[in-house]
């Protein structure tokens, strides 16, 4: 068997664009000044990447599950589960996790404001959890986590528990909590389950010192709940399973750390790493290089701060997030490039001019010292179109970056 | 319907490589003399392909498997039924199939040597496995062949067997032989038999003259069999099914000629080709084309050399490997070149640096005097990625080769 690496793959969120006429026609990966992502692209193997398939934009949860190398479509446990582990609620298959809100609604569970208020101080929040957390109903365990402002995540154990149905949320103000529904025969258990805790927790919440406290300041009170986003976790078995492989991940966004532990990664938290263009990226680099040094065979750096850019629309920020992260990259490189198979890539595309994800390919290198070179010299949305890989989907990487690092056995014989 | 054409494939075993500093950072194929693969090159249609898919290592048998227009994950029968096929043993549908040693045991069944001295003479060989062919346990009838030194082909016929059992070989000496156990319900009988088939063997086996006279010479006897790679030949249809097409096969090394019979072609043998540099080209050549004159659809050859010199790290013979069979698919193109369609490919790389199996694709070339032709000019690894068939699968060969050769049906009126 060959020498094995250990396989890295850095993503900038929403990193792919459009031309833009701002920026003399040039995306701004084009725009940019990336010595690193230039000298990897021409040196290694290049692709325009589908992350789920043609046409069809990717969600940031989607994305990264099929990058990871999970059928997005298949395995998808839904929003709940991912952001469950996201706030650190960690669920096992057979969970049921939801996003969840507070609200506040009067005597008859009419909905006056689907956010109570939207700020919550440390100790409302810990209150709020504290009166949720272990609530039990019937046979099955109510865990609940409360996050920023009024969010929060909520996870319910037990045995029959799937997440087929109807939503409580009326998604106006001025309508009842709806009565919820099975959606699948196999989900009436937790149809009922959540029809009494939406009861159960409006009681509990109701009396709380923190709504006495906002009642008097003429705050909207938090006496209610919200679900939303419900995932059953799956019986998809985790990376270390699934590929023997032991994987970290980077990232300053709940979201990701919560999708990349769901498959089983370990969390490496680094000091001053933010899902903003004020992330530390030389930390990053740092953690990043310690982390691929320290046993793991993947090694997951997602960077948040492009796509935030194109969500407003900034292009210079979009720039500076992408040459801040190609030094990080060259860091990477100078100091473990002989230890290591890389990708850089984004997991969809977010155009300045749209500022939403839109279905447009992006552009993906795999980089190793030991790896056949293809044609292209640049790292962008356009140049990639000619690279040796062609076009690829986002679950193509997993296999991609384990098979040149070494990890696969031999199929057949 | 247009003028059929016989459909030709050559395959090169492990002729894709990496770029290799010691011959100024070319692959094998870039730096050999290929005047005919070039030409093909520039008058075909080329890709990267990858045999089984992005980021696996394809073994000999799956890969071939795939280039045979079969599923080489649902489809692929284990080791066994093509190791049998290679000797000779040719099985049926439902028959259950080993690689076998003849070992060396105490009374105890403690494994002493797992190859009992490795060599043997023909007539030892002989009265071995006179010995074991025609057991029968049950209803279920035993088929054995001696094939190469140590080495044979066991098969198991009868109804209800499945192949999905424990191993009985210890692989370590010092230890007994294993009771195997069912691992799936259904092929609970077949672990029956094989249980009572290791002490049948060893009764009918310690007493031989052979094992008397190899006793007396101090070397070790054969008097157990370990059986290893079981396989069940399923009711996978053969091509001649499938396709419409009778089949041949050209090839030195006993699997790819056990592996291409298990799909239903016939063996041609060629006189003096074998499985190393030192085979035969010439006769490769005469036999190829008489084969393709004599009235079959489709023609395999293939060539073994490439892949032994990448086991060995020897880059000379692994160039000089590649230029006598581009000179060889020469000598078919002139005889024959406007009554084919022909794809020349490897079945794997096999990196010279490596020594092994490694994920990377392989360039493919599809020509026939009709074809459109694209851009590439050359035959290799890094022209190949800019060939107007972009990337393919192994599984996309046989149709590509049938339909350009003309033996399928409109899909559709």
């Known amino acids: 068997m060959a020498e094995k690496r250990i396989a890295v793959l850095v993503v900038m969120d929403g990193v792919g664009d459009r031309p833009l006429r701002a920026i003399g026609g040039k995306t701004p990966l084009q725009a940019a000044k990336t010595p690193t992502f230039d000298s990897l692209a021409a040196e290694g193997q290049n692709a325009l990447m589908d992350v789920i398939g ?14 990871f190398g999970y059928d997005p479509i298949a395995e998808y446990p839904g929003r709940g589960p991912l ?17 969840a809100n507070f609200a506040t609604v009067d005597s008859k569970m009419v ?60 998604h106006e103000t001025g309508k009842k909590i709806l009565t919820v529904r099975a959606l699948k025969p196999e989900a009436e258990k937790t149809a009922r389950i959540v029809n009494k805790l939406m009861r159960v927790a409006h009681q509990r919440m109701k009396g709380l010192e923190t709504n ?18 419900p995932g059953r976790h799956s019986d998809v078995p985790p990376l270390p399973a699934r590929y023997g492989i032991k994987a970290a991940v ?37 953690k990043a290089i310690e982390t691929i040094e320290a046993g793991y065979n993947y090694v997951f750096v997602h960077i948040k701060a492009t796509d935030n850019a194109s969500h407003d629309g900034n292009i210079a920020e979009k720039i500076v997030a992408i040459e801040k992260t190609d030094t990080l990259v060259g860091k990477i490189i100078d100091a473990v490039g002989d230890k290591i198979i890389i990708a850089v890539t984004g997991d969809h595309t977010s155009p300045i001019s749209i500022k939403e994800h839109t279905c447009d390919p ?20 356009l140049d990639a179109a000619f690279g040796s890989l062609n076009s690829i989907r986002g679950m193509d990487v997993m296999p991609l970056l384990l098979g040149y690092a070494g990890y696969f056995e031999k199929f057949g014989s």
Do not use: C
Request: glycine share 10%; net charge negative.
């Open 54 to 67: 043609p046409g069809i934009t990717p969600g940031s949860d989607t994305a990264h599950l099929a990058l």
């Open 83 to 99: 952001e469950a582990f996201g706030a650190g609620l960690e669920t096992k298959p057979g969970d049921v996790a939801f996003r």
């Open 111 to 170: 909905v006056i404001d689907r956010r109570a208020g939207r700020d919550f101080a440390p100790e409302e929040q810990a209150e709020l959890q504290a009166a949720l957390d272990g609530i039990e109903i019937d046979d099955v365990k109510v865990r609940f986590k409360a996050t920023v402002e009024h969010r929060g995540a909520l996870v319910l154990e037990g045995e029959g528990l799937y997440a087929d149905i109807s939503d409580a949320d009326p």
């Open 212 to 229: 006495k406290n906002r009642a008097k300041k003429g705050i909207p009170v938090a006496n209610a709940l919200l679900l939303r986003g």
């Open 250 to 286: 980077i990232a300053g966004g709940a979201l990701y750390i919560g999708t990349a532990k769901y498959v089983g990664m370990e969390h490496i938290p680094v000091e001053g790493q933010t899902g903003t263009i004020d992330t530390n990226f030389d930390n990053i680099a740092k």
């Open 362 to 381: 992006v552009p993906i290198v795999f980089w190793s010292d030991f790896i056949r070179p293809d044609s292209v010299k640049r790292f962008s949305e």
